[in-house]
């Protein structure tokens, strides 16, 4: 298939006080803004041009005026298909920037809180802070960013840029809504919210307190504010749950999958409960959710 045709565009093409008459895009087919978008106003208009429009190539332009899409772009682009965030609304239990900044060595992964999104436009997140002697986030508007965002027992995955800082009413990022972007799915059990007390035992033999935050029948999300060891360390934890009024003692192996939270604070730890876990206590912990989720 052919590269798409595109067509470079001027600022007398986008009028401030207009709505898009046609979707614009990057040369390398990237959907810049949609059919509709308002130009509000001067410094609208600016930033678009900043980024060097085009849109689609029609039988009517002068064959002289139209490029290449640049890259691997083939066919049309996408100015027609549906929304692949029509899902996402305050519905999101986290959400992970991965950038790099142009001093990093490696790039940086970072949770974000999520505001909301304006359809087929931007998604709106928290910025992250980036540190002493770093340059504030509205020199590095146009940076790529990979967006993770956790749905329940799905998560979204897209490539995007920075489309405008704002540092009011509080510090916040509007990132360039995808055109495309893939869900799959994230965790193997349903999992509910939880103020559980726990006893965990380390691998030295010591026992010291967690609370369990959230818990699944095939793990569970600790908070603490001792160090129980990095990811990939062995644990056995034991906890209190109300089932039909009674109270259980669960006892399980786990292991540590991920930690979040710096030592100064309260650490955060992500549990998987060992496959070797007997069928009662599996059974408990999957009642004990259905149950919470029912309550909901």
């Known amino acids: 298939m052919s590269k798409q045709q595109f067509v470079h565009l001027s600022e007398s093409d986008l009028k401030v006080g207009t709505k898009l008459p046609w979707a614009i895009y990057l040369r390398s087919g990237e959907l810049l803004a949609p059919t509709g978008f308002p130009i509000a106003d001067e410094e609208v208009r600016r930033r678009l041009m900043l980024a060097v429009p085009v849109r689609a190539a029609t039988t009517s332009d002068n064959r002289r005026d139209i490029v290449l899409a640049e890259g691997g772009a083939e066919s049309e682009p996408e100015a027609h298909n ?5 899902h996402l609304r305050h519905n999101t239990e986290g959400v992970i920037l991965t950038f790099q900044l142009p ?36 020199n590095f508007e ?9 749905l329940g027992r799905s998560i979204c995955l897209f ?9 009011l009413p509080s510090a916040h990022l509007f990132l360039r809504s995808p055109q495309d972007a893939v869900t799959k799915s994230f965790r193997q059990a349903l999992r509910v919210d939880a103020h559980i007390p726990a006893s965990i ?6 026992t010291v307190p967690a609370l369990i935050t959230d818990l699944s029948g095939g793990g569970c ?7 129980l060891g990095q990811a990939g360390t062995r644990l056995k934890m034991a906890f209190r749950v ?22 100064s604070q309260q650490m955060r730890y992500g549990i998987e409960f060992d496959e070797e876990v007997d069928e009662p206590t599996v059974l408990a912990l999957k009642s004990f959710v259905y149950e919470h989720l029912a309550e909901r």
């Open 201 to 206: 035992t380390m691998p030295d033999g010591y």
């Open 142 to 150: 146009g940076m790529p960013v990979t967006v993770q965002i956790i």
């Open 82 to 86: 549906p929304d692949p965030l029509k």
């Open 221 to 227: 999300a600790l908070a603490s504010g001792f160090i």
């Open 242 to 263: 109300k089932l039909s009024d009674k109270l259980r003692v669960i006892t399980v192996p786990c292991t540590i999958r991920s930690i979040k939270g710096k030592l």
């Open 103 to 138: 001093n990093d060595f490696e790039p940086r992964k970072v949770n974000v809180e999520y505001f909301g999104r304006i359809p087929m436009q931007s998604v709106i997140v928290s910025a992250p802070p980036l540190g002493s002697g770093a340059q504030g986030w509205n």
């Open 159 to 167: 490539k995007t840029t920075v489309l405008r800082y704002s540092p």
